[in-house]
């Protein structure tokens, strides 16, 4: 196991995803985050925070649960984890930036996109991860990324952030 992002590091690229966010979209009129369980919806939340200090604006954020709207649902056996999906706003023609830790093969992204066009058409969807480890499956870009690191498929990454694993890190680890 290497550490590849301390607790410093991961906030500033958490604060630069949020500068990004603000200055693609000229600003943040009708821009929504959602965050994908469990780990994006944290970082979801950090970015609201952190676009409230920039912008003085709260913007609406949600909780994206994609467990139903994988392409693997039959193989998680027959009492799957769910977590809820809650979006309490509108996302039709909204700016809607989903959110994630890690971005591999781009399915739970693909599954992410299918839960927010369940809710509503929005304008525009855009994707933040922090971290972008390559190994696409699926003809999908991220338009903020914290770091890109490039893997091979015997190792994982871990982020570990202190709502859950109780200490902020970027782990990359060999199977």
Do not use: W
Not at 25 to 51: E, S, T, W
Not at 66 to 88: A, C, H, M, V, W
Request: glycine fraction near 6%; hydrophobic fraction near 40%; proline fraction near 3%.
């Amino acid at each position: 196991m290497a550490v590849i992002m301390d607790g410093a590091a991961l906030s500033r690229a958490v604060t630069r995803i949020s500068y990004e966010i603000t200055e693609r979209n000229k600003g943040v009129d009708d821009v929504c985050l959602i965050g994908i369980q469990r780990r994006g919806v944290i970082l979801a939340n950090r970015i609201a925070d952190k676009i409230f200090e920039i912008e003085g604006s709260r913007l609406p954020c949600g909780i994206a649960d994609i467990t139903f709207y994988r392409d693997d649902l039959s193989r998680l056996g027959e009492q799957p984890k769910i977590n809820n999906t809650k979006i309490d706003f509108d996302v039709a023609n909204k700016k809607v930036v989903l959110v994630d830790d890690v971005i591999y093969t781009g399915r739970t992204v693909r599954a992410a996109i299918d839960a927010v066009m369940d809710r509503g058409r929005p304008r525009l969807i855009q994707l933040a991860v922090l971290i972008d480890r390559g190994h696409r499956e699926l003809p999908i870009k991220p338009d903020y990324v914290g770091k890109n690191v490039p893997t091979s498929k015997d190792e994982r990454i871990d982020v570990c952030v202190t709502e859950i694993d109780g200490r902020e890190a970027v782990e990359i680890i060999k199977l």
